[in-house]
C-alpha cells in the first residue's frame, strides 16, 4: 500500500529542499486520498467496511498533519483537513444513517371488525322471539281447537320456557311448553322441540286439567307444574316452587290477556 511505502521510507535530511516536501504532501493528499473517496463514494459494502475506512482517513490526515509540521517551522500555515477526508467522512456519516423505519400497519386483530349490514335488522326478530309474537297463529289455532284463551296459553309458554322452543329443564322437560317425554308421547308429540306439537300438545294438556278441576285455573296450572296425582292426595301442600308459579303465570296472562 502506498500509505506504508511513505511511512517506511527513510528520513529526509533537514537540508532537503521545500520542493520535495511539497511533492509528498501532494502524493499523500492527491493520489491516496482520491483513491479512498472514490472507494467512499460506492455503494455501502457494509459496516465493517465503512468503519475502517474512516479510519484509514483519520489515520492519513493525522500523517499529513505531520509531514506539515516543517513546512510550519519554515513560515507556512499548516494546512487544515484536507477535502478528500471532509467529503469520505460526510459520505460515511450519510450512509450509515438507518433507513426510517417504515410505520406499522395496525393489527388485524386490534382494528375493530365493522358492522354486519343487517344488524339493525337482527335485532327485531328476537325481540319479538322473546315477545312471543312469532306464535301467535300457533297459538290463535291451539285456543280455538281447544277453546284454552290465548293469553293463558301464552303465559303459560313465557313461564315455561320464555318463547324458547329449544329449551329443556333440569328433570328433562322440553320445549316451549315444557313437556315431561312421557306426557308428550301420551298426546301424540313426535318432536317436543317443534313449536306447533309442543303447543298444540301442551294446550290440549292444559284444557284437561281445566276440565279436571271444573274450570278452576289455580288447580290447573298448580297440576300443570307439580302433577295432577300430587294435587289430588295433597292440594293443601303446595310447594314453594309451585306457588311461585302460580303467581308467575297470573302475572303474564295480565299482560297477554
Known amino acids: 500500500m502506498l500509505i506504508d511505502t511513505l511511512i517506511n521510507r527513510p528520513a529526509t535530511p533537514e537540508s532537503k529542499p521545500q520542493a520535495d516536501r511539497a511533492a509528498l504532501r501532494e502524493a499523500v493528499s492527491g ?36 509531514f506539515s509540521l516543517g513546512d510550519a517551522e519554515g513560515g507556512e500555515s499548516p494546512p487544515v483537513m484536507g477535502r478528500a477526508v471532509e467529503l469520505m467522512l460526510k459520505s460515511f456519516a450519510e450512509n450509515g444513517r438507518e433507513p426510517a423505519a417504515a ?10 371488525a365493522p358492522a354486519p349490514a343487517g344488524a339493525a335488522a337482527v335485532s327485531h326478530p328476537i325481540e319479538e322471539k322473546k315477545s312471543g309474537n312469532w306464535l301467535d297463529d300457533v297459538v290463535s289455532r291451539a285456543s280455538r281447537r281447544y277453546g284454552v284463551e290465548v293469553g293463558l296459553i301464552k303465559a ?9 322452543p329449544n ?25 317436543s322441540f ?15 286439567l281445566l276440565a279436571r278441576y271444573n274450570g278452576n285455573v289455580d288447580k290447573a296450572l298448580a297440576a300443570y307444574n307439580w302433577g ?30
Not at 103 to 112: G, L, Q
Not at 228 to 256: A, I, M, S, W
Open 31 to 66: 493520489l491516496v486520498f482520491d483513491e479512498l473517496l472514490a472507494a467512499g463514494a460506492a455503494p455501502r459494502a457494509g459496516t465493517r467496511a465503512s468503519l475502517a475506512a474512516a479510519a484509514e482517513l483519520m489515520r492519513l490526515d493525522m500523517m499529513r498533519s505531520a
Open 103 to 112: 410505520p406499522t400497519p395496525p393489527d388485524a386483530s386490534e382494528t375493530p
Open 156 to 164: 303459560v309458554i313465557k313461564a315455561e320456557s320464555n318463547f324458547n
Open 167 to 191: 329449551a329443556v329443564s333440569r328433570v328433562g322437560a322440553q320445549g316451549l311448553m315444557q313437556l315431561m317425554p312421557a306426557t308428550a308421547r301420551g298426546l301424540g308429540v313426535t318432536n
Open 194 to 208: 317443534d313449536p306447533e306439537q309442543n303447543v298444540m300438545a301442551g294446550t290440549k294438556f292444559l284444557k284437561d
Open 228 to 257: 295432577p296425582g300430587n294435587v289430588d292426595r295433597k292440594p293443601h301442600l303446595l310447594p314453594r316452587e309451585t306457588r311461585e308459579y302460580l303467581v308467575k303465570v297470573k302475572e303474564f296472562y295480565n299482560q297477554f290477556a
